[in-house]
């Protein structure tokens, strides 16, 4: 039982200090990137220290091979720095177990981590190959073979796994729950100016009608007019301001990987697939199919088009989206299938024009927003539907061409 209890405070040490960091990251909206960085660094070292500090070894005279998961989670990052400070601290550490072989450490054990990570981008690969290297070197360094050592190496592995899985699926779900935000922030921007534009026409309206009705003979009414069309005017000023106060939609293209985007959008609402009890089809290619985009507005787009296929299926048993790619000579087409309830002609034609929705709590913006991305990105999109068939939704993207 001690073992256990043991485990389990290792593992809270570890996880602890990552948990924290995600939740702050996760409430924080005025972080930047040089702070989440100088954050994440922060808990990296948390992680070290009290690992050194309060961790137990599950045998005498064995070092504490969790020590090494800070390190597998900077490899992860691909923080050069944190990788090299982390390497360093950890050798510090082991320095009391093997002080004579530290040269040889430094060189044939975590130099050779490094160079490996340079060859290897998936997490779980790397892992397992730390984790075998580790058990090797330990067995070199302690001369002999041992349950102890595969113990601790088993231990490490599984921990390792763990940590980084729960890592990974929860910066999906930020990412996700950040990009639906984007989306319905997108949306509330749309829905303001919409509501000002009618506004302004307001006090627009008012002016007309007392200048239509001037008759520069009558000085009183003039006199009596012109405070009130002041009035009218500056309430269109402040209007006007509110109107150039609003944050534009910026499209900041670079050049990426379709194909990786989309995994990632589909990893990332995998809950929402299974919670809805809808059957995924992705027939999307590992090849890397290269475009000029905006990596977060394209993202929300196909997010904006899942959920809509997700909601449109959602009282169907044996609902079904299918999610595939096709090249048409200088385009890649993004098809989105669905199973679901369709959509009727009528409502087909008026689908991209803002503000028309059939939802009861819906804006009409989203398949409207998602019109103008793609089309700042020179693309199409498309809609095809029968109604209690299915609705296909085709975005169609210019590829980048080759230099």
């Not at 009391?96 to 044939?108: C, P, R």
């Not at 002999?144 to 595969?150: S, V, Y």
């Not at 993207?397 to 080759?402: I, M, Q, V």
Request: charged letters at 25%; aromatic letters at 12%; one cysteine or more.
């Amino acid at each position: 039982m001690k073992i256990f209890d043991y485990i389990l405070l290792d593992v809270t040490i570890i996880v602890m200090p990552l948990m924290i960091y995600l939740l702050y990251t996760a409430y924080n909206k005025t972080l930047s990137k040089e702070e989440n960085n100088l954050i994440f660094i922060l808990t990296i070292f948390s992680q070290i220290y009290f690992t050194i500090k309060y961790g137990h070894s599950l045998y005498k005279k064995m070092p504490l091979f969790i020590i090494d998961i800070p390190l597998l989670i900077s490899y992860t990052k691909k923080s050069k720095p944190l990788i090299f400070t982390s390497s360093a601290l950890i050798l510090l550490y082991y320095y009391q177990y093997y002080s004579n072989y530290l040269i040889f450490t430094i060189i044939a054990e975590y130099i050779i981590y490094y160079l490996i990570s340079l060859k290897i981008n998936k997490p779980n690969t790397y892992i397992t190959i730390f984790c075998i290297l580790k058990t090797v070197f330990t067995i070199i360094l302690n001369q002999k073979l041992n349950f102890e050592i595969i113990n601790s190496s088993a231990l490490l592995y599984i921990i390792s796994i763990f940590v980084i899985y729960l890592l990974e699926k929860t910066e999906d779900m930020l990412k996700l729950h950040k990009s639906i935000k984007e989306i319905e922030n997108d949306k509330q921007i749309k829905t303001s100016l919409f509501k000002i534009t009618h506004e302004i026409k307001n006090p627009i309206a008012v002016c007309k009608g007392y200048l239509d009705m001037y008759n520069e003979n009558k000085i009183d009414d003039f006199k009596k007019h012109v405070p009130i069309l002041k009035e009218e005017i500056d309430r269109t000023l402040i209007l006007l301001e509110d109107f150039l106060a609003m944050n534009k939609q910026k499209i900041n293209k670079d050049i990426l990987d379709i194909n990786l985007l989309l995994e990632e959008v589909i990893n990332n609402m995998n809950m929402l697939f299974i919670k809805n009890g809808i059957k995924l089809e992705s027939e999307i290619s590992e090849d890397e199919i290269y475009i000029n985009g905006d990596y977060n507005r394209l993202t929300q787009v196909f997010i904006n088009i899942l959920k809509n296929s997700i909601e449109a299926s959602e009282k169907n048993n044996n609902a079904k989206i299918k999610i595939w790619t096709q090249i048409d000579k200088e385009n890649i087409n993004i098809y989105v299938k669905d199973n679901g309830v369709g959509i009727p002609k009528e409502i087909l034609n008026k689908i991209k024009e803002p503000f028309y929705t059939t939802k009861v709590k819906g804006t009409g913006l989203g398949v409207s927003l998602s019109s103008e991305i793609i089309n700042a990105h020179k693309g199409k999109l498309k809609y095809e539907s029968k109604e209690g068939k299915y609705t296909t939704v085709t975005v169609t993207l210019p590829l980048e061409k080759a230099i």
